[in-house]
Nanobody, 117 residues
C-alpha cells in the first residue's frame, strides 16, 4: 500500500499549486480521501475531504474559496488545487485514505508547501 504526495514547493504569496496523491495497493474507490497539513509547532489540521465517489466535499474555513479537492478514481489519485496562497498555508501536506466501514486508513509521507516572498 502506498500513498505518494507530490506537487509541493516554494511559491510566492498569491500564487498557486496543485498537490497530487497517487494511491496503490488498495481499492481506492472505496476510500474517502482527506488532505491534512501540519506546520512546525502546530497541530495537524484537516484541510479538505472528499467522499469515495467524489460526490461530497468539505473544507476547513481557512481554505474555503481558495482550495479545491478532487479525485480521479480511474487514476487512483486525489488532488488539491490551491490558489491565492498565503504564508499561513505553509506546512507539510499529507493525504489520508479512510474507509470507516472497515475501520482502515492509510497515510502518505507528505509534501512540503512553503509560501514566501
Amino acid at each position: 500500500v502506498q500513498l505518494v504526495e507530490s506537487g509541493g514547493g516554494l511559491v510566492q504569496p498569491g500564487g498557486s499549486l496543485r498537490l497530487s496523491c497517487a494511491a496503490s495497493g488498495f481499492t481506492f474507490s472505496t476510500y474517502g480521501m482527506i488532505w491534512y497539513r501540519q506546520a512546525p509547532g502546530k497541530e495537524r489540521e484537516l484541510v479538505a475531504a472528499i467522499s469515495n465517489d467524489g460526490g461530497s466535499t468539505d473544507y476547513a474555513d481557512s481554505v474555503k474559496g481558495r482550495f479545491t479537492i478532487s479525485r480521479d478514481n480511474a487514476k487512483n489519485t486525489v488532488y488539491l488545487q490551491m490558489i491565492r496562497l498565503k504564508p499561513e498555508d505553509t506546512a507539510e501536506y499529507y493525504c489520508n485514505a479512510v474507509n470507516r466501514r472497515i475501520r482502515n486508513e492509510y497515510w502518505g509521507r507528505g509534501t512540503q508547501v512553503t509560501v514566501s516572498s
